[in-house]
T-cell receptor, first 112, second 114 residues
Framework: KNQVEQSPQSLIILEGKNCTLQCNYTVSPFSNLRWYKQDTGRGPVSLTIMTFSENTKSNGRYTATLDADTKQSSLHITASQLSDSASYIC???????????FGSGTRLSIRP | DVKVTQSSRYLVKRTGEKVFLECVQDMDHENMFWYRQDPGLGLRLIYFSYDVKMKEKGDIPEGYSVSREKKERFSLILESASTNQTSMYLC?????????????FGNGTRLTVT
């Protein structure tokens, strides 16, 4: 069964600290994995995409990794800021444009 | 920048009412989607449209219908609203061949059915 699972469900850290969010997927065939950030009261916005051949990609303080062998991805946030408080959603498409599987998200709260 | 606009941020409707949720995108995208988002369940696809007047059922189409008369506009219709349709509704779009292109979301409509 095609699935995307994220952990932890929620996370609270102090401002300035680092954190890592996890995403495990069992989607076949695999093409790419995308991380979205969803601020409260907003729609999700794409942060980064990881394709099959990529291991690591950085976007400012966000670094995504992909291990296609173990079917795992992580999103590492460095030197967290209050504005990083949001839900982070891992998304994997398969087979056609309408077939997109969403993880249930990690709700991250940054405390001052 | 792609803009996806949902007509209402908040709606409160009574059980049995017919409800229309409107979504407009300004980037000439072929593909448009309606999702609902509930705590702990993630986003679930209600309907998908890949062209004007074309639609496909998603994972949870029961109790919903859609209309796409113009490329930029995709409407979600709740024929007879029920309390279990209280949820956040998100519209999204992406370009044809959207495997590697991101979904662009509206800011959502929070619907409460009483």
């Amino acid at each position: 069964k095609n699935q995307v699972e994220q952990s932890p469900q929620s996370l609270i850290i102090l401002e300035g600290k680092n954190c890592t969010l996890q995403c495990n997927y069992t989607v076949s065939p695999f093409s790419n994995l995308r991380w979205y950030k969803q601020d409260t009261g907003r729609g999700p916005v794409s942060l980064t995409i990881m394709t099959f051949s990529e291991n690591t990609k950085s976007n400012g303080r966000y670094t995504a990794t992909l291990d296609a062998d173990t079917k795992q991805s992580s999103l590492h946030i460095t030197a967290s800021q209050l504005s990083d408080s949001a839900s982070y959603i891992c998304v994997v498409p398969y087979s056609s444009a309408s077939k997109i599987i969403f993880g249930s998200g990690t709700r991250l709260s940054i405390r001052p | 920048d792609v803009k996806v606009t949902q007509s209402s941020r908040y709606l409160v409707k009574r059980t049995g009412e017919k409800v229309f949720l409107e979504c407009v995108q300004d980037m000439d995208h072929e593909n448009m989607f309606w999702y609902r988002q509930d705590p702990g369940l993630g986003l679930r696809l209600i309907y998908f449209s890949y062209d004007v007047k074309m639609k496909e059922k998603g994972d949870i189409p029961e109790g919903y219908s859609v209309s796409r008369e113009k490329k930029e506009r995709f409407s979600l219709i709740l024929e007879s609203a029920s309390t279990n349709q209280t949820s956040m509704y998100l519209c999204a779009s992406h370009a044809l061949g959207g495997y590697n292109s991101p979904l662009h979301f509206g800011n959502g409509t929070r619907l409460t059915v009483t």
